[in-house]
């Protein structure tokens, strides 16, 4: 890949249309291939927040709770459409990434807080991808010193030798992988009528492991990362704000598909290994868990999902966290650009591929609480990203007429006020047990 290649023209909506007329295509058609040419970062982004430790929390939540925090997706799913759906909006109206916009309106120490916050958490998540490659291999029969190198090399050539658009592609194409949760769900014969109550009637405990657990989840779900890469990636794919809608319709899509695919790992673990006591740490152990319940086919597609998944959040987590990072210092980024024409972007993207490959490899690594701890983070710095998005989001000076109006500007408070209240329930339910002893 040599040199910059050029910005992506915004659709002549006219053009096309007369194109499509003199071609007798039926407008519904008309719309559903404009549409393909602007999908891709609200699905890549939401899809990427089903990683490893995202599969190893539901997991946990399954096999430790049942059906009993099914509930918790209806409101996650609510708060995290919100989220997305700010963060795409600010990136078509401004053009701008969101460490960009929080350098510019919050100032350099804000800033620096809130990166080097985001880069422990990303850091984390980045090695727990390598270790779910690892385990996924290694259920396969493949030793992790021969799948993690090779995982990390094909990402790294992939990014930086490839295009925007190919890279999208591919990041979408691994999206499809998840589907083997859902028939894993539907190989364990679940009570679907027990599965619809838990749905809309919510439950609650005041025990700590239970609220480490619901705290934990919402970190999975509705992941810090997730958001700076979603703006970015429409920021990259240069949309206007005639194609917001599509864009919005693109963020809501990948929420609702991503939540399900959750949602349906709860599910498989809550039926088969719920009602036998069966422990879990790890996203490995549910599928080596459900080969005595369901057959060994149920392990590997239980195991082909948590490969594709660490694979995609493997180049997703990286290019966020390099984003980001190239946004708040200043520096050039993006997927057009060569490593010597970005080099700080590339080589932090570099430099966090080799760091997860490299933590990965290290026997007897504690993979319960790299899994679980790191999600615990997340959780706790999700309201400090959510204030600041709803702030910017909401700021007419920045937005104009695509400021959040005054219903969804309550909705966007809600969820932020909702979510860190629970995250400093947590905080202060734990020192209190502390302190009891």
Known sequence: ME???????????????????????????????????????????????????????????????GYSL?????????CFIVAQEMCVRMGVVTGQGFADLIREHFGVRWTAFVMLTLLVANTGIIIAEFVGI??????????????????????????????????ERVFLLMSL???????????????????????????????????????ALI??????????????????????????????ADAIVGV????????????????????????????????????????????YLFALGLFGASMLAMGVLPLATAYSLSEALGFEKGLSYSFREAPIFLGIFTFLILIGMI???????????LLLVTQF??????????????????????????ANSGWFKILAWVTALVVSSLSLLIIFKTIWDAILG
């Not at 099914?70 to 609510?78: A, E």
């Not at 970190?219 to 194609?243: A, C, R």
């Not at 933590?359 to 504690?366: F, G, R, S």
Request: aromatic content about 12%; hydrophobic content about 50%.
């Open 256 to 299: 609702l598909g991503a939540n399900t695919i959750a949602a349906f790992i709860v599910i498989c673990t809550a039926t088969t290994l719920y009602p036998q006591g069966i422990k879990i740490e790890t996203a490995q152990d549910a599928a080596r868990a459900l080969a005595p319940v369901l057959g060994e086919y149920a392990e």
């Open 3 to 65: 040199g910059k290649k050029a910005p992506r023209k915004p659709i002549d909506w006219k053009f096309r249309e007369s194109i499509f007329h003199r071609a007798g295509v039926f407008s519904a058609r008309k719309r559903f291939f404009i549409y393909l040419s602007l999908i891709g970062p609200g699905i890549i982004s939401a899809s990427s927040g089903n990683e490893a430790s995202g599969i190893a929390t539901y997991s946990v939540a399954g096999a430790e709770y």
């Open 70 to 78: 099914l509930w918790s997706f209806i409101p996650m799913t609510v």
């Open 219 to 248: 970190g999975t779900t509705i992941t810090p990362f997730m958001q700076v890469f979603v703006q970015s990636s429409v920021v990259e794919k240069g949309l206007k704000k005639e194609e917001l809608p599509v864009a919005r």
């Open 359 to 369: 933590v990965a490899l290290i026997p007897e690594i504690p993979q319960i609480e």
């Open 134 to 167: 690892a385990q996924a291999s290694e259920i396969f029969g493949i030793s992790r010193y021969i799948s993690v190198p090779l995982s990390a090399a094909f990402i790294w050539w992939l990014v930086v030798r490839g295009t925007g658009k190919y890279v």
């Open 177 to 215: 992988i998840f589907l083997s949760y859902i028939i894993s769900a539907f190989m364990a014969k679940p009570d679907w009528v027990q599965i619809g109550k838990e749905f809309v009637t919510p439950s609650f405990r005041s025990d700590t492991d239970y609220l480490f657990t619901v705290i």
């Open 377 to 402: 983070v997340n959780g706790l710095l999700l309201p400090v990203v959510m204030i600041a998005i709803v702030i910017l989001s909401s700021n007419k000076e920045i937005m104009g007429e695509y």
